[in-house]
């Protein structure tokens, strides 16, 4: 006879094959996720004393026979009613002790998840792309009010932290040059302080994204110093937040990280026989956004290769590795650059 041992949110269940209850021990202690352990618990411990170690678990314990689902599961969960009654317990209690547990579980996988690092980088890359997205904004608005004012700065200065920076110092363009006429109209003190303030908050907001890039820089060097070295520190946590985590990234084949971030051209081309996609954000990577277009397919596949072994040796191992891998890419980068240009008929031009 074979005996079949599952667990329920109650305790532990050993049942032969014909669904008949041979024991029942429930769990002992405070702790409500107990069920998701992977290790012997001491009630199944006390199971083998009973039965011997020929007991058939539906959890996968290292030196003991399991089956996935096994029968005592599959008889428990089809007729839980009829087991609560074995075991003399009211469906009411089971209810409140199941609502229990499946809390708990669920705060322990939300912590576990919290806990993991690269979550971090991905929220901080997150807030580094909507501040980009944010002053870009507030800087166009910047340049469309005080050009009212003094509307050839505007071609003067193009970078925008520069132009806060102008307004913050000068306000009025009489501060800043008696001697320029203007097409612009007069502002008062009180338009003065407003358009400073505001250029103030401008340059308030560009120091925070600063301090944003700093963390990305040392937390992603520590998180994934194989594909920092790689691709730099904002594309690799980009790459990271595509695919939902370093360990998402690491178990996606070279082809998919090399299409991460092309997925509307992807579909595209699958709906409507568009262009297939050659690359995705990952040309971003200034080697292959200057490289000749006829090679830029080959140089995407090459550094996704890349990327994915880098991937794998930061999510599992830890070593490093980065420099062999950028020195391979960067051989096969120049092997492809050679090539010249083969037109359709394969005659090099």
């Known amino acids: 006879m074979k005996i079949y041992s599952t667990r329920n949110v109650l305790g532990v269940f050993a049942l032969n094959d014909t669904g008949k209850v ?27 004393e009973k039965f011997g170690e020929e007991i058939i678990f539906e ?56 806990s993991e690092r690269d979550k971090m ?7 580094l792309d909507d501040l980009s997205e944010t002053l870009n904004l507030l800087s ?71 301090k944003v890039e700093e963390f990305l820089d040392r937390e992603i060097n520590q998180v994934a110093p194989n594909l920092t070295y790689l691709v730099g520190s904002v594309l690799a946590a980009r790459l990271m937040s595509l695919a939902g985590g370093l360990r998402n990234l690491a178990f996606m084949p070279a082809s998919r990280i090399q299409l991460l971030g092309a997925e509307k051209a992807l579909f595209r ?28 397919g080959k140089i995407a596949r090459s550094l996704a290769s890349v990327l994915a072994i880098a991937a794998r040796v930061d999510a599992f191992s830890g070593e490093f590795i980065g420099d062999k891998l950028k020195e391979k890419f960067e051989k096969r980068v120049k092997a492809l650059e050679s090539l010249k240009k083969v037109n359709k008929r394969g005659v090099n031009r």
């Open 22 to 48: 041979l024991g029942f021990i429930p769990f002992r202690g405070g702790r409500l996720t107990k069920i998701a352990e992977k290790s012997l618990l001491e009630e199944e411990r006390e199971l083998i």
């Open 59 to 114: 959890v996968d314990i290292e030196g003991f026979a399991h089956e996935i689902p096994n029968k005592a599961g599959e008889f428990l969960r089809l007729n839980p009613d009829h087991y609560l009654e074995e075991i003399g317990v009211e469906r009411e209690s089971y209810n409140l002790k199941l609502r229990e547990v499946c809390f708990a579980l669920a705060r322990e996988k939300a912590k576990e998840a919290l």
């Open 121 to 127: 980088v991905i929220e901080a890359v997150k807030t």
């Open 140 to 210: 166009e608005r910047l340049r469309s009010w005080y050009s009212m004012h003094y509307p050839e700065l505007s071609s003067k200065i193009d970078e925008h932290e520069k132009y806060a920076r102008f307004i913050v110092k000068y306000g009025r363009r009489e501060n800043f040059s008696q001697t320029e006429i203007s097409m612009g109209i007069d502002i008062t003190e009180e338009q003065e302080e407003m358009l400073k303030g505001f250029a103030d908050s401008i340059l308030k907001l560009y120091e925070q994204k600063k």
């Open 269 to 296: 081309h699958l709906k409507r026989n568009a262009k297939p996609p050659k690359h995705g954000i990952i040309f971003q990577l200034p080697e292959l956004k200057s490289s000749p277009w006829w090679v830029r």
